[in-house]
């Protein structure tokens, strides 16, 4: 059955944010980890962190922060992203995290120039997404790739190449790359590769991360592709205007999802 969760904001205590994520009543917490709540914040904090993590019938999820540069075409930039990935890799074992997150961001203006200079930033991608792949196996962990602002055909390339890596599939950044074709796209192509899910709205210009209904997403449509395809993991709302709208959201989707 799916399991909804909140996203910890990373500007607050976390476990401050971690026993309001359970009193909202949602069944897990996707932990921010990043500046400023980043690892070594949970490293000084495990112990609380992990006492309030149990509260939870189900595990946490790890995220990332968006802006890693794991394409680079300078090696001393990337490697030094690497041993950060690494760290985060670390940071969300010992709290149990099996779970972890990262973003496909690479240079846009690499990529959208021609093979010439945009395949080696697409395959320095797909390297370094291996080598983290490696390091989370080692630790019974698995990575995923968040979809974020680029072409479906540059994401799926890279997919294509990762085989250890799963789909984390953000339904608000596919709606703004190609409106609701582009989200059943991503359904269709990886259904028995998406791990989890993001659910925010937006109007198909930017990122706005709104309470859904406030956008121009149809969430009934939405819910019914990805209970077609069988989904019965994990979704995040990511609805960062209010906590009212939060839960609004989620007690909508899950209308949505019982009918």
């Known amino acids: ?17 971690i026993e309001k994520t359970r009193r909202m009543g949602f069944d ?3 932990i921010g980890i990043e500046a400023p709540s980043g690892c ?7 112990d609380a962190i992990s006492r309030s993590l149990k509260k939870f019938r189900h595990p946490a999820i790890g995220h990332t922060s968006w802006w890693y540069d794991l394409s680079s075409p300078y090696e001393s930039v990337r490697n030094g992203w690497l041993v950060q990935a690494e760290n985060d890799i670390e940071s969300a074992h010992r709290l149990g995290i099996r779970l972890l997150n990262f973003h496909f961001i690479v240079p846009g203006k690499f990529v959208m120039s021609g093979k010439k200079s945009g395949m080696p930033v697409l395959n320095n991608y797909v390297e370094s997404l291996n080598l983290l792949a490696e390091t989370a196996k080692k ?14 055909e540059h994401y799926m390339y890279v997919m294509g190449r990762c085989p250890k890596v799963s789909v984390h599939l953000d339904v608000g950044h596919a709606f703004l790359m190609g409106g609701m ?23 198909g ?10 956008g121009r997403i149809k969430w009934k449509s939405v819910a019914a592709m990805l209970k077609k395809m ?13 906590d009212k709208d939060l839960i609004k959201s989620r007690d909508y989707f899950s209308r949505l999802w019982s009918s």
């Open 1 to 17: 059955m799916i399991k909804f969760g909140r996203m910890t904001n990373p500007g607050e205590d976390i476990v401050m944010e």
């Open 28 to 30: 897990y917490v996707e």
């Open 40 to 46: 070594d914040v949970l490293k000084k904090r495990k």
């Open 139 to 152: 630790k019974k962990m698995t990575i995923m790739l968040e979809n974020a602002e680029h072409m479906f």
């Open 181 to 203: 074709r582009e989200i059943l796209r991503y359904i269709a192509h990886f259904r028995n590769r998406i791990a989890h899910v993001h659910i925010h709205d937006n109007h």
């Open 205 to 214: 210009n930017a990122d706005e991360h709104l309470a859904l209904g406030k």
């Open 230 to 242: 069988g989904y019965d993991k994990t979704a995040t709302f990511e609805v960062f205007n209010s």
